[in-house]
């Protein structure tokens, strides 16, 4: 299934465009996984991705944002074929490193996004994490929408972003509270990279989230939020009898 291009759409939203942090950045990508290990239990959330998502030999498996490649590398371990993709070449040409270092000849590059990737049909799984808040909020619709018609039935979608689920009565307590335990768990660099986050990026309320992938045709299985901050969504594409 192609997806819809920037040649065909001059209308649409160029996922290019450089918003937040440049991972286009030899240093940036270099320090990437020192950084998120600072606050994140990486390895964690792979455990909990691919316990979601009950992949076998047979299955095939698409990481929108695929970043350092972490879980694109664990999950070529178990299936049979997976993509890897972002926008940034970089970050594609160092996971490509990677996956030739591991001797994994499974994987599939693509320097796209989540509007122009040409997305395979009965796909099993997609995951996406901390990229989807680059779109606005009409552009999300559109890509959860492509995420959504690229998996068969009963095939499992897995989204973590940032996400507000703050009371705007105390939007500014909660947010100074969140950046400065940054700051204090994962150091000032940490913490200014949050602070240009939400005050340049795209990310959307808990409900409008939630709506958004209703509207998109999935069933979530499970939202839980952090922080007030990040949100992770255990979604199915289920069988029209079943929504």
Known sequence: ?????????????????????????????????????????VEGEIEDILDFLNL????????????TGRLV?????????????????????????????????????????FLN??????????????????????????????IFVSLKVGGKFYLRDVVFSIPMEKYKQKIDGFLKWTEESAGEENAAN??????????????IMEEMLYRAGFYIEEAQYSDSMIAVYKCVKPRSMDF
């Not at 040649?7 to 465009?17: A, G, R, V």
């Not at 076998?56 to 970043?67: E, I, P, Q, W, Y």
């Not at 990737?117 to 492509?146: G, I, T």
Request: aromatic share 10%; net charge negative; with cysteine.
């Open 117 to 146: 990737h040409s997305y395979r049909e009965e796909e099993c799984a997609v995951v996406s994490q901390l990229a989807l808040h680059h779109l606005p909020d009409f552009w999300k619709m559109v890509a959860l929408r492509n």
């Open 194 to 207: 949050y602070a240009r986050h939400i005050k340049q990026e795209y990310s959307t309320f808990d409900w």
């Open 56 to 67: 076998d030999g047979s299955a095939t498996l698409t990481d929108l944002g695929c970043g």
């Open 1 to 41: 299934m192609g997806g819809v291009t920037l040649e065909n759409y001059k209308w649409q939203y160029d996922e290019n465009l450089q918003v937040g942090t440049d991972y286009n950045d030899l240093e940036e990508i270099a320090g990437y996984d020192e950084r998120m290990s600072r606050f994140r239990d």
């Open 73 to 113: 590398l664990k999950a070529a371990e178990i299936c049979r074929e997976v993509s890897a993709v972002d926008v940034s070449k970089s970050m594609l040409e160092y996971v490509e490193n990677r996956s030739k270092k591991a001797g994994l000849i499974n994987i599939n590059f693509s320097n796209a996004g």
